[in-house]
Protein backbone atom coordinates (compact mmCIF):
# COMPACT_ATOMS: atom_id res chain seq x y z
CA UNK A 1 0.00 0.00 0.00
CA UNK A 2 1.17 3.37 -0.77
CA UNK A 3 1.61 5.85 1.77
CA UNK A 4 -0.55 8.38 -0.21
CA UNK A 5 -3.66 5.99 0.22
CA UNK A 6 -2.78 4.54 3.51
CA UNK A 7 -2.81 8.25 4.84
CA UNK A 8 -6.18 8.40 3.39
CA UNK A 9 -7.31 5.60 4.89
CA UNK A 10 -6.13 6.48 8.66
CA UNK A 11 -7.60 9.81 7.96
CA UNK A 12 -11.04 8.25 6.92
CA UNK A 13 -11.36 5.89 9.29
CA UNK A 14 -9.84 7.68 12.14
CA UNK A 15 -12.17 10.48 11.30
CA UNK A 16 -15.06 7.53 11.68
CA UNK A 17 -14.17 6.18 14.55
CA UNK A 18 -13.49 9.20 16.92
CA UNK A 19 -15.86 11.49 15.32
CA UNK A 20 -18.78 11.75 18.70
CA UNK A 21 -16.08 12.39 21.39
CA UNK A 22 -14.26 14.76 19.21
CA UNK A 23 -17.54 16.39 18.71
CA UNK A 24 -18.43 16.96 22.60
CA UNK A 25 -14.83 17.95 22.91
CA UNK A 26 -15.33 20.79 19.83
CA UNK A 27 -19.16 21.97 20.77
CA UNK A 28 -17.57 22.18 24.97
CA UNK A 29 -14.58 24.10 23.55
CA UNK A 30 -16.67 26.60 21.68
CA UNK A 31 -19.13 26.84 25.09
CA UNK A 32 -15.71 27.40 26.85
CA UNK A 33 -14.07 29.84 24.49
CA UNK A 34 -17.55 32.04 24.83
CA UNK A 35 -17.49 31.83 29.13
CA UNK A 36 -16.87 35.37 29.67
CA UNK A 37 -18.80 36.82 27.22
CA UNK A 38 -22.01 34.77 28.25
CA UNK A 39 -23.32 34.78 31.47
CA UNK A 40 -25.12 31.63 30.54
CA UNK A 41 -22.11 29.94 31.03
CA UNK A 42 -20.56 31.86 33.65
CA UNK A 43 -21.82 34.56 35.57
CA UNK A 44 -20.10 38.07 35.24
CA UNK A 45 -17.91 39.11 37.91
CA UNK A 46 -19.32 42.03 39.28
CA UNK A 47 -17.68 44.69 41.23
CA UNK A 48 -17.75 45.63 44.69
CA UNK A 49 -17.58 48.85 46.91
CA UNK A 50 -14.01 48.46 48.07
CA UNK A 51 -10.56 46.83 47.59
CA UNK A 52 -9.37 45.51 50.14
CA UNK A 53 -12.03 42.65 51.53
CA UNK A 54 -12.26 43.24 54.98
CA UNK A 55 -15.45 40.75 55.76
CA UNK A 56 -14.61 37.96 58.47
CA UNK A 57 -15.26 34.09 57.68
CA UNK A 58 -18.19 33.75 59.76
CA UNK A 59 -19.99 37.27 57.87
CA UNK A 60 -18.92 35.29 54.41
CA UNK A 61 -20.49 31.54 55.60
CA UNK A 62 -23.24 33.43 56.91
CA UNK A 63 -24.26 35.48 53.91
CA UNK A 64 -23.99 32.51 51.21
CA UNK A 65 -26.21 30.62 54.10
CA UNK A 66 -28.65 33.48 53.47
CA UNK A 67 -29.03 32.60 49.66
CA UNK A 68 -31.28 29.12 49.47
CA UNK A 69 -30.27 27.95 46.28
CA UNK A 70 -26.88 28.00 47.13
CA UNK A 71 -27.60 24.92 49.40
CA UNK A 72 -24.73 26.11 52.56
CA UNK A 73 -25.32 24.59 55.86
CA UNK A 74 -21.57 24.70 56.80
CA UNK A 75 -18.05 24.91 54.89
CA UNK A 76 -18.23 21.54 53.57
CA UNK A 77 -20.67 22.51 50.92
CA UNK A 78 -18.02 25.17 49.49
CA UNK A 79 -15.68 23.90 46.71
CA UNK A 80 -13.71 26.71 46.53
CA UNK A 81 -13.08 30.90 47.46
CA UNK A 82 -11.86 33.26 44.65
CA UNK A 83 -11.01 36.63 46.24
CA UNK A 84 -10.43 39.21 43.69
CA UNK A 85 -9.29 42.68 45.53
CA UNK A 86 -9.09 44.71 42.55
CA UNK A 87 -12.93 44.45 42.07
CA UNK A 88 -14.02 44.01 45.54
CA UNK A 89 -15.79 41.23 45.46
CA UNK A 90 -15.41 37.25 47.04
CA UNK A 91 -16.90 34.45 44.71
CA UNK A 92 -18.08 31.29 46.54
CA UNK A 93 -18.23 28.21 44.98
CA UNK A 94 -20.67 26.09 45.83
CA UNK A 95 -20.47 22.35 45.88
CA UNK A 96 -23.89 22.15 43.65
CA UNK A 97 -22.23 24.36 40.89
CA UNK A 98 -24.35 27.43 42.62
CA UNK A 99 -21.72 30.72 42.58
CA UNK A 100 -22.60 33.61 45.04
CA UNK A 101 -20.78 37.00 44.70
CA UNK A 102 -19.72 38.98 47.71
CA UNK A 103 -18.80 42.21 48.36
CA UNK A 104 -15.74 42.12 49.95
CA UNK A 105 -15.88 45.01 52.20
CA UNK A 106 -19.63 44.96 53.05
CA UNK A 107 -20.00 41.00 52.82
CA UNK A 108 -23.47 42.35 50.84
CA UNK A 109 -24.69 39.64 48.05
CA UNK A 110 -23.65 40.79 44.69
CA UNK A 111 -24.98 37.99 42.70
CA UNK A 112 -26.01 34.38 43.14
CA UNK A 113 -26.32 32.65 39.94
CA UNK A 114 -25.95 28.81 38.75
CA UNK A 115 -22.16 28.78 37.15
CA UNK A 116 -22.20 25.89 34.02
CA UNK A 117 -18.22 26.66 33.43
CA UNK A 118 -17.06 23.78 35.85
CA UNK A 119 -19.60 21.27 34.23
CA UNK A 120 -19.02 22.39 30.51
CA UNK A 121 -15.31 21.68 31.44
CA UNK A 122 -15.60 18.42 33.05
CA UNK A 123 -17.46 17.05 29.85
CA UNK A 124 -15.08 18.53 27.66
CA UNK A 125 -12.31 16.57 28.77
CA UNK A 126 -14.41 13.51 29.63
CA UNK A 127 -14.00 13.04 33.30
CA UNK A 128 -18.45 14.42 33.19
CA UNK A 129 -18.39 10.51 32.24
CA UNK A 130 -15.64 8.58 34.38
CA UNK A 131 -12.24 9.09 34.55
CA UNK A 132 -11.67 5.65 32.58
CA UNK A 133 -13.48 7.67 29.88
CA UNK A 134 -11.65 10.54 30.00
CA UNK A 135 -8.30 8.37 29.76
CA UNK A 136 -9.41 5.61 27.44
CA UNK A 137 -11.34 7.89 25.01
CA UNK A 138 -10.81 11.25 25.03
CA UNK A 139 -7.05 10.97 25.50
CA UNK A 140 -7.08 8.83 22.80
CA UNK A 141 -9.52 10.87 21.07
CA UNK A 142 -6.67 13.85 21.39
CA UNK A 143 -4.15 11.41 20.24
CA UNK A 144 -6.24 10.56 17.19
CA UNK A 145 -6.97 14.03 16.33
CA UNK A 146 -3.48 15.14 16.89
CA UNK A 147 -2.93 12.29 13.80
CA UNK A 148 -5.70 13.25 11.47
CA UNK A 149 -4.02 16.92 12.08
CA UNK A 150 -0.79 15.29 10.42
CA UNK A 151 -2.06 13.46 7.83
CA UNK A 152 -4.26 16.07 6.65
CA UNK A 153 -1.37 18.73 6.43
CA UNK A 154 0.48 15.63 3.70
CA UNK A 155 -2.94 15.37 2.50
CA UNK A 156 -3.26 18.65 1.50
CA UNK A 157 0.43 19.61 0.67
CA UNK A 158 0.76 16.47 -1.32
CA UNK A 159 -0.49 17.99 -4.92
CA UNK A 160 1.66 21.29 -3.82
CA UNK A 161 4.88 18.69 -4.01
CA UNK A 162 3.59 17.02 -7.30
CA UNK A 163 2.66 20.26 -9.25
CA UNK A 164 6.36 21.44 -7.87
CA UNK A 165 7.84 18.59 -8.94
CA UNK A 166 5.94 18.34 -12.33
CA UNK A 167 7.07 21.91 -13.06
CA UNK A 168 10.83 21.33 -12.73
CA UNK A 169 10.94 18.59 -14.77
Not at 11 to 38: N, T
Not at 40 to 57: D, E, I, K
Request: net charge positive; with cysteine.
Amino acid sequence: MSAPKLNRTLHRYGAILFAAPLLVVICSGVLLQLKKEWAWVQPPTMRGSGSTPSVSWDAVLAAVRSVPEAEVESWDDIDRLDVRPSRGVLKVRCHNHWEVQLDAATEDVLSSTYRRSDLIESIHDGSWFHERVKLWLFLPTAAVLLGLWGTGIYLWLLPLLVRRRRKRA
